[in-house]
């Protein structure tokens, strides 16, 4: 399984937000997307999944194009985790989930989906949650269901857009774990919008640094995430400290202010 982005560029009415994006990313592989606010990485995530159209470039899937393949056939391969799904607000948990099993079902869920459905809800421990209503729970359950959900789907590629953005560090630590699981373990290919840069540094085989609608670098993370670089794009000066269980970017502090490098 392998994903091509070539040359890809997205305007909202007149205004370029993507800017000739190329990305490859293979089986087995977690990617990790960093860049500050705005800068394109859920743009980005929304136009892979068939969200957005983009005004030039490709995205083939396999050697599939996924702006032409059926959305039926996308929806088989593709699974996307959004920041949130307010409209879904008064569906059960369990609905909500068993759409994940909507692209492979031709009448009625089967004991085989419904056990696919239990699996996914028990792995983001939300089982017990299944007859309650989105609207009943909090922003980190929520997240966790549209994350069953793709679970759910069984896709070979997921999209993930901050999937961790309303959970605790427990469960931000069990999310990244899972995602690395799904590529590492069992094949999938993994894009993740990340903003912590420890964990898209722990975590991501490769990463994707944007800004202003643009890759400025891609790569391993220690290719990637340069002091210069991270100076550069989010205009704050880190400094990485090394431990007997890995390496971690901290802020350097002035006066208990995070220093910051002004850009142009």
């Known amino acids: 399984m392998r994903l091509e982005i070539s040359d890809l560029a997205v305007s909202y009415d007149t205004t370029p937000i993507l800017k000739s994006v190329s990305i490859s990313a293979g089986k087995g592989e977690v ?5 500050p606010n705005g800068c394109g990485k859920s743009t980005l995530i929304k136009t892979i999944a068939g969200i957005n159209v983009p005004s030039a470039g490709s995205i083939q899937l396999d050697n599939l194009d996924l702006f032409t393949l059926p959305k039926i056939d996308m929806a088989k391969r593709v ?3 959004p920041q949130d799904f307010r409209q879904m607000a008064s569906i059960t948990v369990l609905d909500a989930v068993a759409i994940g099993r909507r692209p492979h079902v031709s009448w009625a869920l089967s004991k085989k989906d419904f056990a696919i459905m239990n699996e996914a809800m028990k792995s983001m421990a939300i089982l017990p949650l299944a007859g309650k209503r989105l609207d009943q729970l909090s922003g980190g359950e929520r997240q966790k269901v549209f994350i069953a959900r793709a679970l759910a789907q069984q896709p070979t590629l997921y999209l993930f857009d901050e999937p ?7 469960h931000q630590i069990a999310v990244f774990r ?3 699981d799904l590529a590492h373990t069992e094949g999938a290919t993994v894009l993740v919008v990340v903003h912590d840069l420890n964990f898209a540094q722990y975590y991501a085989d490769r990463i994707v640094m944007m800004q202003k609608g643009a890759i400025v670098k891609q790569g391993t993370p220690a290719e990637v995430m340069t002091r210069e670089a991270i100076r550069s794009v989010y205009g704050v000066d880190m400094c990485s400290i090394a431990t007997g269980t890995g390496t ?3 802020p350097e502090w002035e006066g208990g202010e995070a220093v910051e490098t002004m850009t142009g």
């Open 31 to 35: 990617v990790g997307v960093i860049g």
């Open 79 to 81: 699974g996307y985790v």
């Open 164 to 170: 961790t953005s309303a959970l605790d560090i427990r």
């Open 178 to 180: 899972l995602i690395r």
């Open 248 to 250: 971690y970017l901290l």
